[in-house]
C-alpha cells in the first residue's frame, strides 16, 4: 500500500511570528496535533503539542518549532515510511511533492 492510499487530511498553516497562544487555539479548533509552519509558501517547520508547550503563550512560533518532517511522494510505500520514521526517530511524515506542495500527513501509529 502507499501513501496516496491513506485518509486524506487538510494541512493546516500557521506564521512563524504568529504566537504560541494563537497556535495553541488553532490546534484545538481543528482539533490538530500539528501545524506546518509556513513563510512566503515554504513549510520552514512544524509546530505540535510537545513544542508549544515548552514555551510561554507569548512567545512566538518560530522560536520553539521543530523542523519539519520528511516530505514523501504519495508514491511511497508505507513500509518504507515507516522503516524512514523509526530510522529519523520522528512521529510523523508529509506527504507532497515538495516542502511547498505538502497536502497530507501521516502518523506514526497509523503506519503500523
Not at 510561554?56 to 510505500?77: A, C, F, G, K, R
Amino acid at each position: 500500500m502507499k501513501l496516496k492510499n491513506l485518509p486524506e487530511r487538510k494541512g493546516i498553516a500557521i506564521q512563524p511570528f504568529r504566537s504560541l497562544g494563537y497556535a495553541v487555539k488553532r490546534m484545538r479548533s481543528y482539533k490538530l496535533g500539528y501545524l506546518l509552519v509556513r513563510k512566503s509558501g515554504q513549510t520552514i517547520g512544524i509546530i505540535n503539542w510537545r513544542s508549544a508547550l515548552k514555551g510561554h503563550p507569548n512567545w512566538i512560533v518560530e522560536e520553539v518549532m521543530e523542523d519539519p518532517y520528511p516530505v514523501l511522494s504519495p508514491e511511497t510505500e508505507i513500509e518504507d515510511a515507516l522503516q524512514l520514521l523509526l530510522v529519523q526517530n520522528k512521529d510523523c511524515v508529509f506527504i507532497g511533492e515538495n516542502k511547498s506542495q505538502i497536502f497530507n500527513y501521516a502518523q506514526l501509529q497509523e503506519l503500523i
